[in-house]
């Protein structure tokens, strides 16, 4: 035999059939992973744009039958919203922030994550951070609006950024706010850019590269207005592993 | 005479009028192409968005009248199909899809179409696949939302994947399905890109780069949303030739 | 139990660790899939750019070693293809198209691939294009520089055009060869925008989105100067599932 | 003095200032050119578009009052159409074309202008340039939906082609059909690119793109949907320098 | 029959297989259009660039051999054109432009076309401009470096700009001088965006972007750096239908 | 010590939280500034744009109380000027230009500031930087529609720019007046590109691509749309350092 | 006082000021800032790319003369590696990753960093990562081209996928690897896009988009071929908060 | 006459050609304009790149015998900087920053720029700076590499923000300096985004995008990598009107 050369004798749809093992629930336009939570620690959740109102319903429906510990629809206009709560009448919502969730089993929390943002526009990405750090079981400390065209607002929150397991910068426009944070902080920092602006913002595209070519080593950023994706990493990251 | 050149007396224009002998039907505003199914084997579809909803109904039933197998009109709204069913009371319809088709003289099916789609939002792209594909004259397989967030929900799939005759995988977002599925079908497979996603999904572009950049050889793509031109391509591919 | 919950106890990493059973060579900075063309009939072809020509003539040997019916490397200069001779004298190349490679148990030729190009430029690709045809078994009729802006050239290729069980289009700058065909033909075409051109070319990206946005259905494209890829797929449909 | 060197005393807005010695109409909002028909052969045209109703009508009765042989305001909603008849009620107008017009002095018919489109969608786009060609003084032979994805119907526009002082082709997604006039025409090809299509047509960027980088030399382009400079630089070349 | 419908006995390979009676030559890796120069007054021209110096040097000779009243390389770099000096020794050469040329049977001019550019850096493009004018049959007169930064200089070019059949403005960065000159020229303009500049001039990009988005109507573009487009349409303007 | 070495006991944060002594007013959502006009000269502006109607009147109002000199919301919508209008009765306001505004405590004006524009839907921008410049105690000098293509109409407007301290140039499409305006400014030149226009306008970035790229030196640019910007930067520079 | 106003009489420059107690070297053309790595755990990093070799030497000292822990050097062509080496003669050196360093006081590692990639192309970025992510105290495991398009060779990489306390994924053309990796690992995942691969890879920016667009909640993203970053953030991570 | 209608009797041509009696001076591929000086009060600069190396010296030359103040040519490389010293044995010339330059009468300093950078690598586009301010006679204090990711490096520049006239903010990658210097100076402030940086940075059009979208009002932009246009601005605010 070749050195270095493994081998064996399973075709790969065997292999990968086996995967078929693991737990979905098939609602015949989705396949609802009931499995993830348990792999990963979080719940899927449901991005509600592109689906229609009964589909957002029915999958979070399904979710919570098979056990989720939280159920989160996001970016869930008020039709999407209504149709959840006609089925969970208890699910809470947030208009703004355009959330709808329902907490069974959070687990208790561990680590803090500081979410700071550059304006009040950002709130509603603000919020959709905080709401999925907390369900996954951590603490969110939020300050809101301290960008760097008045950098004197970010002085009460360096505290809370200097004791963070993780720190969330959410912005839009020139993003500077996550270069600066990101030569500040002590733990990692995750930069969410937002579609906050006009012109020259390019819908949050600006942002987005300027975070990215920021030179302050120790940032990593997720999508525009990806609230979500932020708060589940840095609540991975604010609990660590177990 | 030199050498590999070769000479004529006709004029260009000479030639390409006796094109004007094929046959298509004028209406004015649309010249409605009567000779691509003989020449094709696949009718003319007709793309309603941009277009009046009458003129979509007159061009629908033209077809109809110049003896089409079967007639489609794709990305159309509840007005332009409205139009056509006034015209056309048989006809058939999907509102999701944004579909409205007669199916006059459908081909035997031929050959099989595996259809898989990354989330519930590829939902209306995967129908009008479908419906074109087997308006073509194949079977189609449809498996939905086996994206590779939960991989395992791909596992059911994998024998229609195997045993196709050519694979359409429609997503979204970052694409990666059609890479995986490409790495594994053992038929042609042709991506669709979708528009589904926000910010970073950069409304197809995203999963569009994604599929062409991918290494996986014997993958080919068409454009963002373009079901038609998969379902065509897949059906073609499919049957065969004759 | 749920409705259409699917359930198991392995673990995911149990499952694709079964994978691990199928073939591939460690070469510490490549792991070489000789497992790819028992599953899908094409060997891994080796992309040279990008690797050291050390790397390119290791991975080279690994595939031979390997057992591959055929051993290619794309997109190789001078020193690359150099290294490659060293190792393997019997090797073919040709320097335009940038390709190296040897056949060892190349399939006996089934169907027929149909080439055209719009212009002399296109060449290396349609080099490279043939090359990986040929290699998967199958034939390749090519026909160079036929573009638009002299549609007379066409005319000698439209016989084989027709017959083709696949045609693939390689076109750079306004890739309207690739629509011109994609109104002809019947069988499956597929379309290669190349990188040549300058200015309003943007580098084989006007003629990627020309082909995309064809109206003309029964169209698929790959990545642009993706001769390779065109190669696989058309290589794959006109042998069609045994 | 060196040599080469021109001098004088004027000072640049001594010169400039003699400029103001050509008529316009200052309406505060506006300074209507009505001088530009006397410079240039074609009256300033009103883009509706960015202005509210008012300021559209105001402009348009500006114009007729200065004198103008013709008025034509494009990019008219409804709401612009109806403030310009209420001022003007003898205007024609164009719902689908969203133009709206006067002929006053129309200069007597020279040349003639072909107008070829690729599909029904862009007929709105062949109107405006049909009436802007007309305005000026022109003869225009129209000819829709011949694109080439069923490229016998282009046959019957030949003659015209041939004939013609200038060639205005009128096309969104490929816009192949220019590339194939301007390998077939004898006359300027004026390529006018339009927004009709979705996804990979990127709002007529790629219709654009395609026709500035066709290898049809004797092809010139003008911006997405500009019906009306396709029509004024269709009819200066088909008029000639008088 | 319905009304509206033409149809015939003809297939369309038949038809276009007509056109194979027209002349031209196959050198295997190009189709030597020889019939262009019949059928459109201009012979087809050799973009350099892709090309081997080899496949140039054939091209050009096959085109002389073919009858064309005159042959140009564009964008030829030294190895290119001394490939064709070798093989053409009397051919005329421009290293600045890229160009080498060899003049036939030039038609005796008629028509003006007036040259303008912005900068000294837009030199090599104007030169290609007027050799291909010239090579078709028309009087160039030039005027270099009258950007509107110092628009003083444009002063002693306005009588040219007046009188001519057709004005070409060649320009990068901001390409403000097409603007400029759209305003005040009776005859047709073609704007030239050249790739002169850097940064923000995006490699002619923001040239062409502003060309297209002038609102001096009778303005139309061709592609980056394209002087050959430019020569061509604006000598057959110049010239006029015979 | 190593030369060069500047050091110290002081902590980052240490030094950062004296910032925190700087004012603002904390509202939860915001954090309002009102330390900026102390420090800059210039109050905070609200960029209604993205928040709430009563987050905008509550931002008004806190800059109100605290003191600011003048108070002015730009892009503000309907609904959002009446939620103003609805606390602050006393407020002005200019529906076309999207402001409302309160001037409580105005600098004594000191230099010129002109303004011209391009066109007449360059207009709502024009308004909003002659608002800014005049609350922050300067003179504006309007000159509306006086774009290029009709250069004549610049004429009158040349005084103005000749005795200006600063001169703002506010043009979508091909922006190509600031070009203009920059090679015969004496003061320093502030363009705006507006986003005015359609197709190869490109929402603005056309413009502000071809002002960046302009050859005239001595123009610098502010974001597309942003009078806001241009009015503040233009103000400081006609008043000058005291 | 207004409720919720902070207010204090400090000037914003005294605070900032007090920054200058903290120490970095001032060599001139740089400011060394020797305090980063008591402020945020990691050292300074020298980017060579941009810097004159002598700049990045004398940086290269000034930080360990100012007692860095470790210095390290990234994307440092031999010249630059050679002033380095002539300065500091024990550092160590990878030429394919371009990288050169110095460890002086490593901490003791704590936490695993698993690192993978989907090519062999990807290596120097690889390398990159494991230098950086090992200078600042961490374990790295790194498993290379275990990339989708043969799925198997990830098996045996996931046990590590799966204990780490942070995942590196490293890609470039499509990037689907981090989306797979993103839906296994329980830890947190960076993605690193590359600019490996021509063509539709758009130098990296399509492996960028598609991680941002993932669906794999948990997964950031650093710049294109920024190992430094990930391995700045992913030992952040995997080291935790002590 | 009509209510605000302006008429004359000159024409344009009449007007523009009084234009003609300014100075330039004519060198066939140039028209150096040596009437700037006296119309801006800056003279011409030779932009080098584009250019051959006799063009940029006989065109430094001819400024020289104009009469220009001074005379600056930029991005010129060693071999134009050598022609222009071989005619001009006294200019200076520095080669980090590709600058050559003759002072013959600077004016007396008047006002202070200040210059800051983000990082080493901008040293060349601050000196392009620096050059052109001092050339222009005002005075400019430099500080370098005082990025946002070690803010405390800032400190020191800040007296000079503070009291200059005009700042200039040299930044590429993030650009978030300008944005902390744009909220902190009470002078206009001018960005100059540099292509400094790889990948993400985008060769200048993250720092560029950035700067334009910051929320600090009083900010400008030139172009990517314009020192000269920056300098020229920032003189011309510094030294005000006279």
Chains 1, 2, 3, 4, 5, 6, 7, 8 share one sequence.
């Not at 609602?27 to 792999?39: K, M, P, Q, Y």
Request: hydrophobic share 45%; aromatic share 2%.
């Amino acid at each position: 035999m070749l050195e270095g050369v493994r081998a064996g004798t399973v075709s790969p749809n065997d292999a990968l059939e086996r995967l078929s093992e693991l737990p979905y629930r098939d609602l015949g336009f989705a396949r609802v992973d009931l499995h993830r939570e348990l792999r990963q620690g979080a719940p899927e959740a449901v991005l509600a744009e592109g689906k229609t109102p009964e589909q957002v319903a029915q999958i979070f429906v399904a979710l919570l039958e098979g056990g989720a510990g939280s159920v989160l629809a996001t970016r869930a206009d008020d039709t999407a919203r209504a149709a959840v709560r006609a089925l969970v009448p208890d699910a809470e919502e947030d208009a703004l922030a355009r959330c709808i969730w329902v907490a069974r089993a959070v687990p208790d929390p561990r680590g803090l994550v500081a979410v700071v943002s550059a304006g009040t526009s950002d709130g509603p990405v603000v919020r959709e951070v905080r709401i999925r750090a907390e369900l996954l079981g951590t603490t969110a400390a939020v300050h809101e609006d301290v960008g760097v065209a008045g950098v004197h607002r970010l002085a009460t929150a360096l505290p809370d950024i200097e004791r963070a397991d993780c720190v969330v910068v959410v912005a839009g426009m020139d993003g500077a706010l996550a270069s600066l944070v990101g030569g500040l902080a002590q733990g990692p920092v995750i930069g969410v850019p937002t579609s906050v602006g006009y012109g020259s913002a390019h819908g949050g595209s600006t942002a987005l590269n300027a975070m990215l070519a920021s030179c302050a080593a120790g940032l990593a950023v997720v999508g525009i207005d990806d609230g979500l994706g932020a708060g589940t990493i840095a609540a991975r990251i604010a609990r660590g592993r177990e």
